[in-house]
């Protein structure tokens, strides 16, 4: 079985449109309209819910009480036993070039207003501020960036929520190792990241005929923009060479390619009172798209400061943190079009503290998509994943909770205020 499912992870495909997020998230296009500052912003009405069954035959004296409650887990997503209609996103900012600066300034600023992780926490909701910078745009294809911005890492996480995202939900490994919370009190806690980080950002993008090859060098506060917590810097470097089919769609997020990327981040966390731990990201991609056909895959490792998981993994149970442990995940995603509707599947694994210790846990998720484009500024999004988890060195009531995982069931609606199409912004 579980050969099976590595197989179907280097045959099947996570969201799939790599471009040049790097110079897309602030820098505007060379088209004048579109480049003049100027409000914009989306919102998503989600419907979506875990089908699980209650977890019975717990054996352990901690956990016994808890036979007939359904398990909760550790996720950044839904954790609601039951099916919820919500207003995921709802997302409002301005863009463009600076007036009177000649192209040379842009700024990219949005706020969010949905109901979601970025916004909820245990002292209840507020808005989140996601983005807030200002680029200089030099010589050579080089920027400086300066500000609040998404921070160079997977494509997964680089992508547009809003008009690329094949995934209602994040992957399992984008969630475990990429997606942040406050770790000073020495557990996860707080709201999530959104893959944010305040800082300075030196990136440029240079073309060899159809070849581009982009970069970029980040050096930011820590990742977590929660107040105090927050220790050290970060050091991000990310690299992608890609290989274009069409020269005109340079600056098009559906832009036909073969690409390859890699990313490196260091720095450190607060985990407790006057402690400091390292944690340190390692990412690899690849992605082709060509007609009616995109595949997407990539590699993710990550040392330090790792969500272990809920104790207990029921409502009121909190969150943990390993500090040492390792883990890695493996995401791949295909997509075919045909007529006005896109069908795919996406397979995830993510194994936390891999090989022969009681704390290793593996998840695995299988995901079958559809979607429609019916206008340029709407977007349905429909999704069914399959998932599993097993803790083969673990205590038997671990796997028997895991046997619970259950199946998420999502739908999406994505409008886009009118401007950007829904599906050409990022």
């Known amino acids: 079985m579980k050969r099976l499912m590595f197989l179907a992870a280097l045959l099947a495909a996570s969201p799939a449109f790599s471009a040049d997020w790097l110079a897309l998230q602030g820098t505007e296009p060379d088209n004048p309209d579109k480049a003049k500052l100027r409000g914009w912003g989306f919102l998503q009405m ?12 717990l054996v352990s004296e901690g956990l016994a009480p808890y036979n007939g409650e359904k398990a909760t887990f550790n996720l950044v997503g839904p954790d609601s036993r039951s ?39 245990a002292d209840g909701w507020r808005p989140a501020l996601m983005d807030a910078s200002f680029s200089v745009h030099g010589p050579k ?17 680089l992508e547009s929520v809003q008009g690329t995202a094949d995934l ?3 992957s399992q490994p984008v969630r475990a190792l990429l997606m942040e919370r406050n770790t000073a009190s020495g557990m996860p806690e707080g709201r999530v990241n959104g893959f944010r980080d305040d800082g300075a950002q030196l990136f440029g993008a240079h073309h060899f005929g159809m070849t581009e090859l982009s970069w970029a060098a980040f050096v930011g506060q820590g990742g977590t923009l929660q107040g105090p917590g927050d220790a ?26 073969v690409s390859l990327w890699a990313f490196g981040q260091t720095g450190q966390r607060a985990v407790g009172e006057d402690d400091l731990a390292g944690r340190h990201r390692v990412g690899v991609g690849t992605q082709v798209r060509k007609g009616p056909i995109r595949f997407r ?9 790792l969500n272990s998981g809920q104790a207990p993994p029921f409502p009121g149970g909190s969150q943990t943190l390993d500090v040492d442990g390792t883990g890695w995940g493996l995401n791949s995603l295909a997509m075919a079009t045909v007529g006005p509707v896109d069908f795919g599947a996406a397979y995830a694994h993510y194994a936390r503290n891999p090989g022969d210790t009681a704390e290793y846990r593996s998840f695995d998720e299988l995901t079958g998509i559809v979607q429609w ?7 349905l999004n429909g999704n069914v994943a399959w998932r599993q988890g097993n803790a083969p060195n673990g205590p038997a009531d671990a796997q028997t909770i895991l046997d619970t995982y259950g199946i998420y069931v999502g739908g999406q609606v994505t409008f886009v205020v009118p401007g950007p199409a829904a599906r050409k912004t990022d």
């Open 168 to 170: 209602i939900v994040f």
């Open 141 to 157: 294809n080089i920027s400086l960036r300066v500000g609040r911005m998404k921070a160079p890492l997977a494509d997964e996480s």
């Open 46 to 57: 989600t419907a979506d819910g875990i089908i699980a069954d209650p977890v019975e035959g």
């Open 373 to 379: 484009n019916p206008l340029p500024v709407l977007w």
């Open 232 to 257: 050290g810097w970060d050091v991000i470097g990310r690299v992608q060479v890609a290989r274009l089919f069409d020269e005109s769609q340079v600056r098009n997020p559906l832009r036909e390619e």
């Open 297 to 305: 895959s990539e590699f993710l490792w990550g040392q330090g400061v």
């Open 83 to 121: 099916a919820a209609v919500y207003l995921r996103r709802v997302r409002a900012g301005m863009r463009g070039e600076i007036p009177g600066t000649n192209g040379l300034l842009s700024t990219f600023a949005a706020v969010e207003l949905g109901f979601l992780p970025l916004t909820l926490a």
